[in-house]
């Protein structure tokens, strides 16, 4: 069993920063990618943020240039910068985690930015 554990949202006014972590626990052997999602209310998930073990990151476009996704495998977590954030930006952020042919989730953080 592996599990997901977001910590790091909260309130923020825009302009503002924040710093996302998760880290995996379990039945862990290697992960392949992780990444993060993000829901607003009335709006489907979607992805935020991809990095691959070792490979290139990917980025929605609406926070390319503001957000950047690091990880460490060492330590099974994956990381997400914020800056600059706008009030668009709010939103439950989840934690995902490719392990073999499963992907995980966590329970989500909520991230709320003030105009």
């Known amino acids: 069993q592996v599990q997901l554990v977001e910590s790091g949202g909260g309130l923020v006014q825009a302009g503002g920063s924040l710093r996302l972590s998760c880290v995996a626990s379990?039945?862990?052997?290697?992960?392949?990618?992780m990444g993060w999602y993000r829901q607003a209310p009335g709006k489907q998930r979607e992805l935020v943020a991809a990095i691959p073990r070792g490979g290139h990151t990917n980025y929605a476009d609406s926070v390319k240039g503001r957000f950047t996704i690091s990880r460490d495998n060492a330590k099974n977590m994956v990381y997400l910068q914020m800056n600059s954030l706008k009030p668009e930006d709010t939103a439950v952020y989840y934690c995902?985690?490719?392990?073999?042919?499963?992907?995980?989730w966590g329970r989500g953080t909520q991230v709320t930015v003030s105009s």
């Open positions: 379990g039945s862990i052997f290697s992960i392949n990618v």
């Open positions: 995902n985690a490719n392990i073999g042919n499963t992907y995980y």
